[in-house]
Structure formats: structure tokens, C-alpha cells
């Protein structure tokens, strides 16, 4: 079954600067690669989702980049805001959505 | 995309008992899923609920300590049997479409402490 690593599990930026996110996953089948948000005591919420025919997408300051040959995507948050404070989680789908293990972001003032 | 409902939000509960979890969508939905997420881990898939017939389970879940419900397109339940405190976690019902490139939407969560 599909396996997706993510990393790092933990990153600390300073407030204005970017952030970067990696994940990789195993099943080549895997065609759709969405990014949840999750605050603390609340449901994960969808940032950004990215399909496998496309190879970038941006949404103001959030964008995924996806390389279907190596296996891997990644988030970049740009201009990063202490509302980015946040455990993030990337995910890839064949027939369901497996997750991987997280990244606790934390904006520093 | 759907408003999902999830009742009861938290409870609180003696070990061998049991919960059943409720998940309602506003409007129909072709998949729904449950999943599990433990204190400060990721979430991990139990079950797709199929509506009309058995769930089909992840490696690690079983029908008997996690019966699930679907009996129609808006509606599921999960029931944790014979809880032990190693079954505290927040217990979360997911939607999505058919489609492999659909997206998929969480309910609120259930907060489950067992005692």
C-alpha cells in the first residue's frame, strides 16, 4: 500500500521568512497529493491540493510543487505569518488518502 | 464542500464499554471514511464505510472492535467496542468523491478519553 514520509516533523521560521515542507511517497498510482492545515483542537483543513498532470500550483502565499518521476511534493509558504502557526500534513491518493506524519510549524516572532 | 456533522464531539467513557460515533452530511456523498488520530500522531484510515454493504478495513481495524454503519448516502456510524484507554484518541469521519483526484473533507471530530 502507499507509504508517505513527510519532513521535517518540526520547523521553526521567523515571521516574514519562507517555509518549506517535503514529502515522498511510494505508490506510482498515487494521482492526487493534497495539503491539510490543522490548529490546534480543530478538524484538518485543505490549503492546497495539487493533481498529478500538473506540476505547480500557487494560491497567494501557499504553493505545491509535485514531481511525479521522483516521488516527491512539497509546500512552500511564503511571507510566512504567525496565523501559519500550525501542524501542517501532506497526503496522496490512489483509492484513499494516506497521510504523512506531520510537520509542526511555528512562526517566530 | 459538505458541512459534516459529527456527534457525540467528546466523551468520556469506562473501559469494555462501547461508543457509536455518528457522522451526518448535508447532502449525499459517495465515500465516507473514518480515521483515527491518537494524541499528536497523523491521521490513520480504520475503514471505508460502503453504503449497502460491509466496510472495507485497513490493515490493524477489525469489524469486531470497529463495526461501522452507512445505511445511506448521508449518514454513518462508528462504534468503538470494549474500549480499553489505549483506544483514546479523536475519532474523525471523512467525505470525498468517487474520483481518485476528488478531494476529501473532515467532520469536527470525536474526543474519546477512556478511563
Known amino acids: 500500500g502507499e507509504n508517505v514520509e513527510q519532513h521535517p516533523s518540526t520547523l521553526s521560521v521567523q515571521e516574514g521568512d519562507s517555509a518549506v515542507i517535503k514529502c515522498t511517497y511510494s505508490d506510482s498510482a498515487s494521482n492526487y497529493f493534497p495539503w491539510y492545515k490543522q490548529e490546534l483542537g480543530k478538524r484538518p483543513q485543505l490549503i492546497i491540493d495539487?493533481?498529478?498532470?500538473?506540476g505547480e500550483k500557487k494560491d497567494q502565499r501557499i504553493a505545491v510543487t509535485l514531481n511525479k518521476t521522483a516521488k516527491h511534493f512539497s509546500l512552500h509558504i511564503t511571507e510566512t505569518q504567525p496565523e501559519d502557526s500550525a501542524v501542517y500534513f501532506c497526503a496522496a491518493r490512489d483509492d484513499k488518502i494516506i497521510f504523512g506524519k506531520g510537520t509542526r510549524l511555528h512562526i517566530l516572532p | 464542500s459538505a458541512v459534516i456533522s459529527q456527534k457525540p464531539s467528546r466523551d468520556i467513557c469506562q473501559r469494555g464499554t462501547s461508543l457509536t460515533i455518528q457522522c451526518q452530511v448535508d447532502?449525499?456523498?459517495?465515500?465516507m471514511f473514518w480515521y483515527r488520530q491518537q494524541p499528536g500522531q497523523s491521521l490513520t484510515l480504520i475503514a471505508t464505510?460502503?453504503?449497502?454493504?460491509?466496510?472495507?478495513?485497513e490493515s490493524g481495524f477489525v469489524i469486531d472492535k470497529f463495526p461501522i454503519s452507512r445505511p445511506n448516502l448521508t449518514f454513518s456510524t462508528l462504534t468503538v467496542s470494549n474500549m480499553s484507554p489505549e483506544d483514546s484518541s479523536i475519532y474523525l469521519c471523512?467525505?470525498?468523491?468517487?474520483?481518485?483526484?476528488?478531494?476529501?473533507?473532515f467532520g469536527p471530530g470525536t474526543r474519546l478519553l477512556v478511563l
Open positions: 471523512s467525505v470525498g468523491g468517487q474520483a481518485s483526484q476528488e478531494t476529501q473533507y
Open positions: 464505510a460502503n453504503q449497502g454493504s460491509e466496510a472495507t478495513y
Open positions: 495539487i493533481r498529478s498532470n500538473v
Open positions: 447532502s449525499q456523498v459517495t465515500m
